[in-house]
């Protein structure tokens, strides 16, 4: 069965730490993304990776193929930066559908 | 930036009773999806769509469930049966190209609420 993990669950930072969230994925995928859902609900992607590295901002999500693993860093983190992230993947033989991971709620205080 | 835009924002239906969920996904994407999260789980795929006909479905997506591009803009959800555990968030998304490596854009969801 493709699964997608996600560490930790819960995830409380103070503001200005550096932040990492986990994700893992059981068989080959074409690609990885992490997205961002509000506490209203709406979903926005942040990053597709299929290899490597990407960084937008203080946001910089980084893929490894070989251990099937992705990683979402958000670097001097701000009360803004609250939300849950998700990682999906599309793995190889889906027509394009997502498979998600449960998210990562991170609150961060001032 | 283009937006997928999604109607209404929350709809509250007796069980039993049918839904049109709509969206409007972004002019030139060409896939267009359905997913659904209930209150505290993990969001699910429900259906994709391409050239006017269903390219795949999940288990989730029975027979109460349908979907349309009836004017080359808007792509439909219709629940025709609500049952309580149809009460969830829906997401529409779309992207233009086919396989993973170009991004998805979500609609802000429906918030579905089967009473």
């Known amino acids: 069965k493709n699964e997608v993990e996600q ?48 960084k937008h901002g203080r946001l910089i999500a980084t893929i490894n193929i070989q251990e099937k693993h992705s990683s979402l860093h958000i670097t001097a983190s701000h009360p803004r930066d609250s939300a849950v992230y998700i990682c999906a993947v599309n793995y190889g033989g889906s027509q394009g559908n997502l498979i998600f991971g449960k998210g990562t709620k991170l609150s961060v205080k001032p | 930036e283009p937006e997928v835009t999604q109607t209404p924002s929350h709809q509250v239906t007796q069980m039993g009773q049918e839904v049109i969920l709509r969206c409007v996904p972004i002019s030139n994407h060409l896939y267009f999806y359905w997913y659904r999260q209930i209150l505290g789980q993990k969001v699910e795929f429900l259906v994709s769509f391409y050239n006017n006909e269903i390219s795949e479905k999940s288990e989730i997506f029975d027979d109460q469930f349908s979907v349309e591009r009836p004017d080359g803009s808007n792509f439909t959800l219709k629940i025709r049966s609500t049952k309580l555990e149809d009460s969830a968030m829906y997401f529409c998304a779309s992207k233009n190209r086919d396989r993973g490596n170009y991004g998805y854009t979500f609609g802000s969801g429906t918030r579905l609420t089967v009473v």
């Open chain 1, 7 to 54: 560490s930790p669950q819960n995830l409380t930072a103070q503001e200005g730490e550096f932040i990492t969230i986990n994700c893992s994925y059981s068989v080959g995928i074409s690609a990885l993304h992490w997205l961002q859902q509000h506490p209203g609900g709406g979903i926005v992607s942040l990053f597709m990776l299929s290899s490597g590295k990407k």
